[in-house]
């Protein structure tokens, strides 16, 4: 594995070559870290580690904590991230940053059991394992304390799971496990880096059978703080789940659009009922119920399904008279192929069924690209500063 070394003589430090980097994800776990520093230190021994901490900007400051650690201990780094969200891209990042030939993945809050670190690590050379999951639900391993609600969730989390990861792991949710760093760079491409199922993501991006160890732990209950998990979490999930069943096919965010434009359909018919009773032609009670179909499709789509492009203030009003030109446009489409298809198959319901899903893609294709773009960072290439000149 190991190719060449950073040796001594080169760089005039004798530092033992790094074996394992332990990642860990955080947002709010001030109270937790150091205790965490030191277990993993208690459990690795004499195994050359680092960890890295990789912090969204903790309103509790855990990145502070983290540094003053970092300043009495070489091994410990802190990743802080501004403007940026999310356990799994957390994880993403923090592996990039790694450079042990073999990475850990663990939660900050102790509820998972970093006394098994040496085994896994210890399994993953002895089984030849790419990937070891600390496992709750092989034998050995429990899921703790749980409530009903949870349990079940996680039950039918993992079913789930387990079925897009090839029942290669008895623990696809777990957000506990160790594999070799030419795995990650194998698959770090494919990965969709959303929500809090990175394992999983990894798992169904390698698109082959992996060499997959286990080792069984009982979650614990967390430490200090509270847990992050919410309905996005779960939402966020689901879409992954689809976006990976339908090998990439479907994106989830077309899924959520679709839902929208479902809801947007009842909130038209509603308007347009209420303008009808107010005498209205129909042609025009249509076209106001249009308008208010597309500013409610507008104000979901913004608040959910582009949620992490969220437009703003002026943006915002911006974004929604585009999405209006567009979705007009989207409606000519729809009445186009629609009549087409009704002349083709003299079906209508097919034909019906043809002219949305025209609208819709078109709508989504086009909003997708134009209304709310991705933010690119523009890659200014900066000429190097004369004479202590500020470059434009
Ligand atoms: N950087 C960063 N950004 N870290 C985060 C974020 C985030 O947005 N959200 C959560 N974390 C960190 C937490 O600070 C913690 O260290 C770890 O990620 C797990 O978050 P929790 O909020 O404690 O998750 P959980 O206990 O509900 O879920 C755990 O168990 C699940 C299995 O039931 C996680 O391990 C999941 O990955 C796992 O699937
Ligand atoms: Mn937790």
New binding site residues.
Partial sequence: MQTEMPNAERTGVLAPLKKLSVV??????RKNIARLVAAVGDVLGDLPWEMIV???DSPDGTYEEVRRLAMGDPRVRCIR?VGR???SS?VVEGAMAASAPVIAVM???F??DETILRKMYDSLLDEDAELVVATRYSEGGTVGDWNAARAGM?SFATWAGQFLAGHQTSDP????FMLRRSLFDEVVHNLSQEG??ILLDIIASAGRPLRVAEVPYTFRN?LEGE???SPMVIAQYAFLLVEKLSKDMVPARFVLFCLVGGLGLIVHMLALGIWERTGLAFVDAQIAATGVAMLFNFMLNNEFTYRERRLKGSARLKGGVVFGLVCSIGALANLGVAEMALNATDNWVLAGVSGALMGGVFNFAVSDNVVWLRKRRRAKLVEPAVNGAVPA
Avoid: W
């Fill in positions: 860990v994800p955080t947002f709010n776990e990789v912090d969204d991230r969200k999310g356990l957390a939660d900050a809050d509820q998972h996680s949710m777990s957000g506990f809090y199922k967390r847990s992050k998990i």
